[in-house]
Each structure stands twice: as structure tokens, then as C-alpha cells.
């Protein structure tokens, strides 16, 4: 079973405007933006506990506003309700859904990596304590109130295919199909863009191996390895412009699956599915 992710607990006090103490039984899990970039976790879990649980009036009428969980920019997770009782997030599927606002950032709203790794880490685990399919049971707002009413989460009501994928990496995650350094946010600025690597120095036509035995490649397989300069990651295992799925960051770190014996540069063969150079100048032995 999926561990669970760290929760920061900022329990907000009973109060009509945002935790009436109603039972929830969850059968969905909703995703919320705040309607504004850059607005860290802090501040959201602040307005919600210290404002509008206390009363706050926006001309005469009373903010009934709240959240279960609420993600900062850097993948903090805090917890403001019990998942056992109802919040007032999502309009009419407050009586079944969990809800969950996530902090944004950029002009059209997307997530940072950390964000979005705690995101796919917090949904999964959900829908696994809660025996919910993440496939069909991670919802936005927009899917209940409809595109009239509201677009939130903003980004991911107009990048559809982005929220396809973020519910099969939550569900790859649940099934252990791919661990928490797997995730790849599709969301990034960078993802499925190319930069000029030079990560193969063999061309796929060629019969000559003078890469081999000369050093330069990462012969051992490791269990993880860390980039240690930008490279492009693969679909298929190849160097081709056309399998290009995206650009892995010096730093981040990648699990290991299989080490891929090829004619010239091997490729590892990551957890996630993709493919990447072994070549010791993009990549190195974490683990
Ligand atoms: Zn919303």
C-alpha cells in the first residue's frame, strides 16, 4: 500500500462558514485552484482558518468557503478538516467530495514539480484509503458546476489531456507501478520540449562501437540516478528527435528499471517507462 504522504495538520476550529462538522462519506475527490498565481499554501490555510472561519462578510453576505487540504508551492500538504466531514468547496458535490486546493503559479496557472508531486501523492494515497478509482474518482470543480460557472482549476480545465495524465500518474503511483521520484510534472513549461543534447554520440545507423569500453559510459546499473545536466528523456529507446517525451533537470532524480544494451550509447530504461542516455556526462549513480 502507498505510504502516506507528510501532512502539516492546521485543524480549523468548528464554525458554521467552513467546518459545520456535517459527515462525509467521500466518493470523489475534487481539485481546486485559488484563483490566482503564486498564492502560497500558507496564506490559503491562513484566509480559510483566521478569516472566513470567523465571519467575513464581502458586502452583506457572508463567505462560506473551506477546503480539506490545501498544497503550496512547495509541496507542502496541509490538512484543515477530518476527511470525515463535509467542507464547503465544490458547490453540490459537497456532501460527497474531498476537496483539495493547490496553489499555482504562472500566468496560465500551472503547477511547480514539488507541487505537483505532492498532488499525485496525496490523490493516489486518497483514493487508495478511501477505495476510490483514481481514474474516475479525481474530479475538478468544473466537472460539477460546469464551464459557465467556473474554471478551476484553470489550467487543468483547459489542458484536458494534462488532467488525463495527472489521473494515470496518481493511479501509477497507487498501483506502485512508479514511486513519489518518478513523477514527471506534465504540467511543466518544460515537458515535451526538446534542447540540444548531445546525449548520443553513436548514430543509429552506424556498426561502429567506439563509444564501448571507453569509459565514458555508466556501465553499472544503478538503482537511481541523478541528472547532472539537462538531457532529453525518450519514449522509445532511441535518440530520435521524434521520441523525445520531454527534458529531464540537472538534479532531479530518476528510479532505474533496466539498463538497455544498445548499438553505440546504452540507455537506462526508467521506472516511469521512459528512456534516457547512460552517458556520464548527463547522468550519474544516486543509489
Ligand atoms: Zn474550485
Known sequence: MIKKPNVIEKWQKRNKYGRPGTPLSATKIA????????????????????VV???????????????????????????????????YATNSANSYAIAIEV???GSDNHYTDLTYKSMVHLCAWLCSYKNLDCKKDIITHTDVVGKKYKL???YMVKNPDKMQQFKIDCDNLKQGKITVNDIINCTS????????????????????????????????IPKMIKIIHDVNYHKTPDFKNSSIAGIALCGEVFTVSQLI?????????????????THAKYVEKYK
Not at 545507423?205 to 565514458?216: F, W
Not at 544494451?261 to 542516455?277: A, C, E, Q, V
Open 103 to 105: 496553489a499555482t503559479t
Open 189 to 220: 513549461p518544460n515537458y515535451n520540449k526538446k534542447i540540444n543534447d548531445n546525449a548520443k554520440f553513436d548514430s543509429d545507423n552506424s556498426t561502429s562501437s567506439k563509444n564501448q569500453g571507453s569509459g565514458e559510459q555508466n556501465t553499472d
Open 261 to 277: 544494451k544498445r548499438n553505440g550509447t546504452d540507455m537506462y530504461k526508467l521506472k516511469s517507462g521512459y528512456y534516457i542516455t
Open 53 to 87: 472561519a470567523n465571519g467575513y462578510k464581502i458586502g452583506n453576505r457572508y463567505i462560506f468557503a473551506s477546503s480539506h487540504y490545501v498544497i503550496g508551492l512547495g509541496g507542502e500538504i496541509y490538512q484543515l478538516i477530518p476527511t470525515n466531514e463535509i467542507c
Open 152 to 154: 478551476c482549476p484553470i
Open 31 to 50: 481539485i481546486h485552484y485559488t484563483g490566482k498565481p503564486d498564492v502560497d499554501g500558507d496564506k490559503t490555510v491562513s484566509y480559510f482558518n483566521n
